[in-house]
């Protein structure tokens, strides 16, 4: 299985992007997909997941409410809206799914839980 996210690039503090996470070389897409992040100098941070088993949704709180995911099966694509940027939120965003659909949701936020990756991509907020 191959991750390719894309969709990042330089905004303004208020303003939107929405990032792309397509993955290939498996045709069930029946994964739990995750968003993280890891900003210079920083440890990578659990951003948001989806379940494909009861379609939840996780949030990082500094995100909530701010931020939605999603996921297209038919497109084998999941997406993440940013509302509301913040220089805060500048990061290079990374992509993963896990083989489990039925994920535990204690662990839906450890990137332990998560089999595939994609390559990144790098969002810049501007204030």
């Known amino acids: 299985v191959q991750l390719q996210a894309f969709g990042g690039g330089l905004v303004q503090t208020g303003g939107s992007l929405r990032l792309s996470c397509a993955a290939s070389?498996?045709?069930?897409?029946?994964?739990?997909m995750a968003w993280f992040r890891q900003a210079p100098g920083k440890e990578r941070e659990f951003v948001s997941a989806?379940?494909?088993?009861?379609?939840?949704?996780y949030y990082a709180d500094s995100v909530k409410g701010r931020f939605s995911i999603s996921r297209d099966s038919a497109k084998n694509t999941a997406y993440l809206q940013m509302f509301s940027l913040k220089p805060e939120d500048t990061a290079v965003y990374y992509c993963?799914?896990?083989?489990?659909?039925?994920?535990?949701?204690?662990?839906?936020?450890?990137?332990?839980?998560?089999?595939?990756w994609g390559q990144g991509t790098e969002v810049t907020v501007s204030s």
């Open positions: 989806v379940r494909p088993s009861d379609k939840s949704t």
């Open positions: 070389g498996h045709t069930n897409f029946d994964f739990a």
């Open positions: 993963a799914a896990s083989k489990r659909p039925h994920i535990i949701v204690s662990q839906i936020r450890a990137g332990r839980s998560y089999d595939y």
